[in-house]
């Protein structure tokens, strides 16, 4: 079996949701500007959080002499 069962879930027809009072998801935006990344096995082992991943790549690329562009 593919999928979920909401994929093929139809709402029946003794539901009415057009007076329905839809409450706007909170979360919506927050999530949407985070930048994600994935994480091997192996490297979370050495990193505890995001502070020590981004204080490990400001060594790398401070020693490699890049430019950060400034935060916004």
């Known amino acids: 079996m593919n ?3 909401e ?9 009415d949701l057009s007076e329905r009072k839809w409450v706007k998801n909170p979360f919506v ?6 930048n994600l990344v994935s994480l091997d096995d192996d490297v979370k082992k050495v990193f505890s959080d995001s502070k020590a991943v981004n204080d490990a790549l400001r060594k790398i690329i401070a020693e490699k002499k890049v430019d950060l562009p ?3």
């Open 70 to 72: 400034k935060a916004s």
């Open 29 to 34: 935006q927050e999530f949407s500007e985070m």
């Open 7 to 15: 994929d093929d879930y139809e709402v029946p027809d003794h539901i």
């Open 3 to 5: 999928g979920s069962w």
